[in-house]
């Protein structure tokens, strides 16, 4: 009879550096044989349930075959953000979320997972979104990436062999509510006023060309290409993974042309030397004195947009500059407003009128044809 061992293990657990293994013997031919089903490196309260469901068969003297250890959510999630750092711009946004599901998820098994765990941890976000921010919750669309994380770390567990089903099938996102904010043509110019020198000419290029906070603070003074009046992206310096042009105004050369270089630095926009990293904190203040509610330096994008369309502009051509891949997603940047309603009504109007001109005017021996 197995003994418990210097680690305290129960009898017939054992342990070592590659883990937990059932230790017992069988007798075959006559004679007891030592038998070893490895376990591998899993929680200990997991090597117990699997040694308490073999005891008997043990006790027995039969064989028993080596059981696979279950793939924890843990190594399931390291493996994600192994595969996000090497495959995703945004990776950076991950880390903090994996790290709140290992502290709900625990050491449990990914298979374990079931959509009603899964809406347990909604509702735990919920309430702390709500303590976090009094008198606001957590939007929709922030727990609608979170739940895009978890179901890609069960998709590549899936990929990979290590589960044989999608344990949280069915779990759906929320249903989120697009922003639609835009600057009146008012509203932009109090915002210039307001503007410290340095952030301008970073505003003006997100208005006019819809470009992301990140791909302006990014860019380096040979990305400008006067001679072509466009400013390259290379598909590194993209949210999107893909290379774009974007058209420069005579204007919008003028401003980058009056952007004082940094000696030694290749960016376009530094402080104190030093390329600009974020300019969430002084945005929010301009847009305090600029009496500006509502508004995100993000939404500068869906100005661009808006505006492109009105001009005018086809959604083909718009998205090439914007670097939008599908229309779903370029559509929530295209703000349809008061303006344009009553534009359609005006245009309508023209047409009956124009049509109703055309009946009067016309002879009766023309209208008996």
Known sequence: MSTPNVHGLPPHLRKDDAGYYLDYSI?????????????GPIPLVQAKKILARNMVEMVEGKYLASEQA?????????SFLAYSK?????HRNDPPIVSRFKAFFGIRSLESLTPDLVEAYIIQRQKEGQLNHKGKGISGTTLNKEIACLKTIVRR???????????IMGVRKFKEIPRD???????????????????????QLAYFTGMRCGEILGLKWNQLDLKNKVLILEALDTKTLEKREIPLSESLIGLLQQVPPTLGSPYVFTFKGKPMKSIKTTFKRVCRKAGIENFKF????????TNFRKAGVSDSVIMSISGHKTHAVFRRYDRVDREDREGALRKAEILMDTARTLVENQSPLEGSK
């Open 86 to 90: 090497s495959r995703k711009k945004s």
């Open 157 to 167: 567990a899936l990929l990979n062999g290590q589960i044989n089903r999608n344990p």
């Open 298 to 305: 993000h939404d500068l994008r869906h100005c661009a947009v």
């Open 27 to 39: 007798k075959e031919g006559g004679k007891r044989k030592r038998k070893r089903v490895r376990l």
């Open 181 to 203: 904010r835009t600057l009146s043509p008012e509203e932009y110019q109090t915002l210039i006023r307001e503007c410290p020198h340095r952030l301008r000419p970073i505003i």
């Open 70 to 78: 279950k793939l924890t959510f843990a190594d399931a999630a390291d």
